[in-house]
């Protein structure tokens, strides 16, 4: 896997839409949370853990159908299973069980930063190498069609009944237009705030609620 520059400004990136854009911020994080422990006891089962606690199997349809993309690892970082949202996020479907494709089935992943984060050194293989779970840990993916786009990650641990880590559940989320939409208005805030005109924001009953810089020279006081 060959290092490239990080994600210049106008790089195109790709949504795949996985929580309606109008939806409270905290939807899809509650969402995650109460689902990967379903998921990730369904993943015992595909790691052979089975016993009469993990006597259940996560359907097939079920698993398609869950609203954001998940895959399952084994001890080795072997990709076992994921579902449909998550080759899409991927823009592939790499094969299974590939001593190739280990840890997870991206293309390229960057950390936010945009340094290049090597497969052995991504989330997925930090859980199973200490066993400690990750939740909404942001990684940047690179399809093999040069789109990128930011994910959220909720990683849970698989331990035996002995404690040692027999694999790991990746249940995550594009979050890439929310991350645009923040930057957005960060970089609106900003250019406000610096403007040397008067800006003043009101509420619907004419209540003033803030002003910018300028506005606090002009009338000598804050807000």
Not at 111 to 120: A, F
Not at 121 to 138: H, K, Y
Not at 205 to 217: K, L, M, P, Q, V
Request: hydrophobic share 35%; charged share 25%; proline share 6%.
């Amino acid at each position: 896997m060959s290092d490239i520059e990080p994600t210049p400004p106008n790089s195109h990136f790709f949504t795949t839409n996985n929580v309606p854009s109008d939806a409270p911020r905290s939807f899809g994080r509650k969402s995650m949370r109460s689902s990967i422990e379903v998921v990730a006891k369904a993943a015992r089962v595909a790691l052979g853990l089975r016993n009469e606690e993990q006597t259940f199997e996560l359907p097939g349809r079920l698993f398609e159908q869950l609203p954001f993309a998940v895959y399952v690892c084994d001890r080795d970082g072997l990709v076992l299973r994921y579902n449909h949202r998550a080759a899409e996020l991927w823009g592939r479907s790499p094969k299974l069980s590939d001593p190739n494709e280990r840890f997870c089935g991206s293309y390229r992943m960057f950390r936010p930063d945009g340094s290049l984060l090597p497969h052995h050194e991504c989330p997925m293989a930090d859980v199973l190498r200490t066993g400690i779970s990750v939740r909404e840990q942001e990684v940047h993916i690179e399809r093999p069609d040069g789109l990128r786009g930011i994910a959220l990650v909720d990683i849970e641990a698989i331990k035996d009944s002995g404690g040692s880590v027999v694999g790991a559940v990746n249940c995550f989320q594009d979050i890439t237009e929310r991350k645009r939409s923040e930057e957005a208005a960060l970089r609106l805030a900003a250019i406000i705030q610096s403007s040397d005109d008067a800006i003043v924001s009101k509420g619907l009953d004419g209540i003033i609620t803030s002003w910018n810089g300028g506005a606090e020279r002009i009338f000598g006081y804050f807000a």
